[in-house]
């Protein structure tokens, strides 16, 4: 059965790479369909850090440089705050840190580092186990359930448009190039697609031959109580990243992370495992002089991750492939813009996409993982 009401480009995935490709191809004048098995953002995009500042990566200008737009540029806010502090409570996190400051610096984001006076004055709440600290003075953060919803609606706003609850179960090729996307209904006509559907994006590709290498990983979050504002609202540190929410909460993930099988329905992690208690003693290091505050809620989200870590933004012939290795969130506004480049013309106007081009893998060994150790220890989820 084949339905025409497809789209001249269907989006697999409704997070945010996804709904930040269908945004820019909207902007282009492209007839664009996004299709999620669930509701948009409900995975990683809606569950992560809010963290925008990803010096390492080839999109991190075209990051920096769209962020402080995005509010105007999508009509919705995404709560977008520049700066961040970053404590160290051990000698090894402030050598670390102290070399983060200096990539920005190289990077043409002078950043700096601070002693204890300073911290003490702008992190009121941080305790005297804080050994320094440093300024990253354009790293920002961002909240994720916001910005999920900004490109959502603004998608629709450029007439675009979003079906939920509706999975993909296969693509659909003829004579080498796919033609369309099978899902419950019937198939759903396209000229060309962008698979974006994070841990599942590789069993989508394997049907069409395409081998995306990544092993999905459950990381988790802890919400605090409201503490008193600070004045700069992003300050990580201690092996945290996190932000304080406009009411004040703290909500903070990090490492280590579990390593997960991700089953044909897609992963289903749940909070409550030891890394919450871990979480939870690690922020009271980071801020040692906070009030009692009790943690009120907890999540966990799963990431996919490629063998190098980076991400993977390529096309073969009409098929457009994403996936973000746990980097997702901040540059969504860069993938988003390459995946369009992608799409329309071929190439990418604003970056060189090589590094995180899929050949970089051509001859990786089929065991990869169990060779890393990035295998789960518990049943499939
Ligand atoms: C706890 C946590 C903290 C994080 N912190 C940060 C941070 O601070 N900064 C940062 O940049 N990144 C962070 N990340 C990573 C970031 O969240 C992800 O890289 C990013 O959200 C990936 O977005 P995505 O759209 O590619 O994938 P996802 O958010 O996983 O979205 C994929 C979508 O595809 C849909 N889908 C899957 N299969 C199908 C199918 N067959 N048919 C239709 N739809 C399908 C899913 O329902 C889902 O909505 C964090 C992640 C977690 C879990």
Not at 92 to 115: N, R
Not at 362 to 368: E, I, M, S
Request: with cysteine.
């Amino acid at each position: 059965m084949s339905n025409p009401k497809g789209a001249t480009v269907i989006v697999v995935g409704g997070g945010v790479s996804g709904l930040s490709a269908a945004w820019w191809l909207a902007r282009s004048g492209v007839d664009v369909l996004v299709l999620d098995k669930g509701i948009v953002g409900w995975e990683a995009s809606g569950r992560n850090g809010g963290g925008a500042s990803h010096y390492q990566s080839p999109l991190f200008a075209e990051e920096q440089r769209l962020w402080p737009l995005m509010d105007e540029m999508l009509g919705y806010t995404t709560e977008y705050q520049r700066g961040k502090i970053v404590l160290a409570t051990t000698e090894g996190q402030l050598k670390h840190y102290k070399y983060v400051a200096q990539m920005f610096t190289e990077q043409g984001s002078p950043s700096h580092e601070i002693d204890r006076q300073e911290i003490r004055e702008r992190v009121p709440m941080s305790g005297d186990n804080i050994l320094g600290g440093v300024h990253l003075t354009i790293a920002g953060q961002a909240n994720p359930q916001r910005t999920v919803q900004g490109y959502a609606w603004a998608i629709q706003d450029l007439g675009g448009r979003i079906l939920q609850h509706t999975p993909v179960l296969r693509l659909v090729s003829e004579g080498g190039k796919v033609v369309g996307v099978e899902t419950r209904d019937g198939i759903l006509n396209c000229d060309s697609v962008v698979v974006a559907a994070g841990p599942q994006s590789a069993s989508l590709l394997a049907g069409i031959g395409i081998d995306l290498p990544i092993a999905a990983a459950r990381a988790e979050m802890i919400v605090t109580e409201p503490a008193p504002m600070m004045a700069i609202g992003a300050v990580d540190g201690n092996g945290l990243y996190g932000r304080q929410t406009k009411r004040g909460n703290l909500a903070y993930g990090g490492g280590p992370h579990e390593w997960l099988d991700v089953g044909p329905s897609g992963p289903s992690a749940r909070p409550g495992s030891p890394l919450i208690r871990n979480l939870t003693k690690r922020l009271y290091g980071l801020f040692a002089k906070a009030p009692s505050l009790r943690v009120i809620r907890s999540w966990a989200g799963v990431i996919e991750n490629t063998p190098d870590g980076r991400p993977v933004i390529d096309r073969i012939d009409n098929v457009t492939f994403v996936t973000m290795s746990s980097v997702g969130f901040g540059l969504s506004p860069a993938s988003g813009h390459a995946v369009r480049d992608l799409v329309m013309d071929g190439k990418c106007s604003f970056a060189d996409l090589e590094k995180l081009s899929l050949k970089r893998f051509d001859g990786l060994d089929k065991d990869w993982r169990e060779q890393k150790g990035w295998v789960s220890r518990s049943e499939t989820l």
